[in-house]
């Protein structure tokens, strides 16, 4: 069992970037995938991006390919969500959450963080 604690999010402007970091503690990390999902007011959580155990495998959503880049230091128990050229429609709560595959479906996922929020003003 593992606990997931988002950090990172912001307020920036259109075209800036912010690096989220998803913290885990337990010693299992590595033995998870990672999946980053994000909220927006009124709309359903949607997939970002996972990555596999070693990292090597990456996924993402078509509206964020080419500019997030996720990734993993399994030997500092941490996730990565590198977000560049940040549009308004990215605004939403992200969440990190880890699994036993990288699936794009939320509900495959075991364990959730409590989120961090993401606001990009135009």
């Known amino acids: 069992q593992i606990q997931l604690v988002e950090s990172g999010g912001g307020s920036v402007q259109t075209g800036g970037s912010l690096r989220l970091s998803c913290a885990a503690s337990?010693?299992?990390?590595?033995?998870?995938?990672l999946g980053w999902f994000r909220q927006a007011p009124g709309k359903e959580r949607e997939f970002v991006a996972n990555?596999?155990?070693?990292?090597?495998?990456?996924n993402y959503a078509d509206s964020v390919r080419g500019r997030f880049t996720i990734s993993r230091d399994n030997a500092d128990n941490t996730g990565y969500l590198q977000m560049n050229s940040l549009k308004p429609e990215d605004t939403a709560i992200y969440y990190c959450?880890?699994?036993?595959?990288?699936?794009?479906?939320?509900?495959?996922?075991?364990?959730w963080g409590q989120g961090t929020q993401v606001t990009v003003s135009s």
């Open positions: 959450a880890a699994g036993l595959a990288p699936r794009v479906d939320g509900a495959q996922y075991d364990y």
């Open positions: 337990g010693r299992s990390f590595r033995s998870y995938a």
């Open positions: 990555i596999n155990l070693s990292g090597r495998n990456t």
